[in-house]
């Protein structure tokens, strides 16, 4: 009776062994499949985070984040957009009208988290966030948050350069962000090399007026260094300050007896500021009657740049045009109109000059005492 026992224990084992294998091939392969659904990226912040592997429906909040997507061409993958950002006049969203009609994930500039939730993305780009930021927008929603440093075209290009590549990483974009880079690369050599050996004497002091931030400002609004004038070797008047006043978005403002005393030949004005520079110049003569470029007219617009923080495809075109203005001779085969387009196009895949002068006015000399054009801002 005892053999038959054993028998038919030894005959269950056998039974039940392939099932047991199975079942624990199962659980492996499982635990395999599990590890490959997701991974762990270090954001620009140094956070690790868990992110799925294949990334479908994102969200950009924060100044430059929803641009940053559409320049590495993923505009797509946007689940929801900032109330604000819908109302903006800017070149991304100009080329991606589509972007307007996507659900608010927020009443201003600011995404909700219940908003956030409800559009359910599998992860979350966020730009000028603190760590202890980034980690509470994550637990509240649930939702992995990815900071991402925003950078500048003067002293951290690089930091933008390495803000597409992580982006372009996480959103299998490398190329395309690869792409980008080495156009805006180009361009700044060309600029160089078309102005880097303009003799001293024929460069003369030049002043940038009105930089937008957080609405309009006026004549005393400005910016050293200043990317378009940086990148054709101009001479900004305002670069004898210590570069500490200054903020890469927001620059600083100087007193009108400043001006006078730097006295520039050539003023270029940020038209988002420039109701507000007539405004001030009708209260105070002496400014136009004692600066050589009011007393000359060489006064010039440059479109707006500065709008949910900086717009690097317009800081192209206006260096293009800034070099036109300064150096005719080395800017002959340069049609503004046309190179804006290609810009635009490079970087927001859509050439939209068009967009942007019905909405700003073109490229212009400004007759600051007879002018009459009226335009329109809206922040």
């Given at each position: 009776?005892?053999?038959i026992?054993?028998k038919i224990?030894?005959?269950?084992?056998?039974?039940y062994?392939?099932?047991?294998?199975?079942?624990?091939s199962?659980?492996?392969?499982?635990e395999?499949?599990?590890?490959?659904?997701?991974r762990?990226?270090?954001?620009m912040?140094?956070?690790?985070?868990?992110?799925p592997?294949?990334?479908?429906?994102?969200?950009?909040?924060?100044s430059?984040a929803?641009?940053?997507v559409v320049?590495?061409?993923?505009?797509?993958?946007v689940?929801g957009?900032?109330?604000?950002?819908k109302?903006?006049?800017t070149?991304?969203?100009?080329?991606?009208?589509?972007?307007?009609?996507?659900p608010?994930i927020?009443?201003g500039?600011?995404?909700?988290?219940?908003?956030?939730?409800?559009?359910?993305?599998d992860?979350?780009?966020?730009?000028?966030?603190s760590n202890?930021?980034a980690?509470?927008?994550?637990?509240?929603?649930?939702?992995p948050v990815l900071a991402?440093?925003?950078?500048?075209?003067t002293?951290n290009?690089?930091?933008?350069?390495?803000?597409?590549?992580?982006?372009?990483?996480?959103?299998?974009?490398?190329?395309?962000a690869d792409s980008?880079?080495?156009?805006i690369?180009n361009?700044?050599?060309?600029?160089?090399n078309?102005?880097?050996?303009v003799?001293?004497?024929?460069?003369?002091?030049?002043?940038i007026?009105g930089?937008?931030?957080?609405?309009?400002?006026?004549?005393?609004?400005?910016?050293?260094?200043?990317?378009?004038?940086?990148?054709?070797?101009a001479?900004?008047?305002a670069?004898?300050?210590?570069?500490?006043?200054?903020?890469?978005?927001?620059g600083?403002?100087?007193?009108?007896?400043?001006?006078v005393?730097?006295?520039?030949?050539?003023?270029?004005i940020?038209?988002?500021?420039l109701?507000?520079?007539?405004n001030?110049?009708?209260k105070?003569?002496?400014?136009?009657?004692?600066i050589?470029?009011?007393?000359?007219?060489?006064?010039?617009?440059l479109?707006?740049?500065?709008?949910y923080t900086?717009?690097?495809?317009?800081?192209?075109?206006n260096?293009?045009?800034t070099?036109?203005?300064?150096?005719?001779?080395?800017?002959l085969?340069?049609?503004i109109?046309e190179?804006?387009?290609?810009?635009?196009?490079?970087?927001?895949?859509k050439?939209?000059y068009d967009?942007?002068?019905?909405k700003?006015?073109?490229?212009r000399r400004i007759?600051?005492?007879?002018e009459?054009?009226?335009?329109?801002?809206?922040m």
């Amino acid at each position: 009776m005892v053999v038959i026992l054993k028998k038919i224990s030894a005959n269950i084992g056998l039974y039940y062994l392939p099932i047991v294998v199975f079942l624990f091939s199962c659980s492996g392969s499982t635990e395999k499949k599990s590890e490959k659904s997701s991974r762990v990226i270090t954001d620009m912040i140094g956070r690790e985070v868990i992110i799925p592997s294949k990334v479908e429906k994102i969200l950009a909040i924060r100044s430059g984040a929803l641009r940053y997507v559409v320049y590495l061409n993923a505009s797509d993958l946007v689940a929801g957009v900032e109330e604000y950002e819908k109302r903006r006049s800017t070149p991304y969203l100009m080329a991606h009208p589509e972007l307007r009609e996507l659900p608010s994930i927020g009443t201003g500039n600011y995404a909700e988290p219940e908003l956030i939730t409800y559009v359910n993305p599998d992860l979350i780009f966020c730009t000028y966030a603190s760590n202890g930021e980034a980690e509470q927008l994550q637990k509240k929603t649930g939702i992995p948050v990815l900071a991402v440093e925003y950078g500048d075209f003067t002293e951290n290009i690089d930091v933008m350069f390495s803000a597409l590549k992580f982006m372009g990483k996480i959103l299998n974009k490398e190329k395309r962000a690869d792409s980008l880079i080495n156009y805006i690369n180009n361009c700044i050599s060309d600029l160089n090399n078309r102005t880097k050996d303009v003799p001293e004497a024929e460069n003369p002091g030049i002043y940038i007026a009105g930089i937008a931030y957080h609405g309009s400002h006026g004549l005393v609004s400005t910016m050293s260094p200043f990317a378009p004038f940086e990148f054709v070797n101009a001479v900004n008047v305002a670069s004898v300050l210590d570069k500490r006043a200054f903020s890469a978005i927001k620059g600083t403002f100087i007193d009108k007896e400043q001006l006078v005393y730097w006295n520039p030949e050539k003023i270029f004005i940020d038209v988002s500021g420039l109701k507000n520079i007539k405004n001030e110049l009708s209260k105070d003569k002496t400014l136009v009657n004692s600066i050589n470029a009011f007393k000359t007219g060489e006064i010039y617009s440059l479109l707006p740049y500065n709008w949910y923080t900086i717009n690097f495809g317009t800081i192209i075109c206006n260096a293009y045009y800034t070099g036109k203005i300064l150096y005719p001779g080395k800017f002959l085969d340069i049609d503004i109109e046309e190179k804006s387009n290609e810009i635009y196009e490079h970087f927001v895949g859509k050439g939209v000059y068009d967009d942007m002068t019905e909405k700003y006015g073109e490229y212009r000399r400004i007759k600051i005492k007879d002018e009459r054009q009226k335009i329109k801002v809206k922040m």
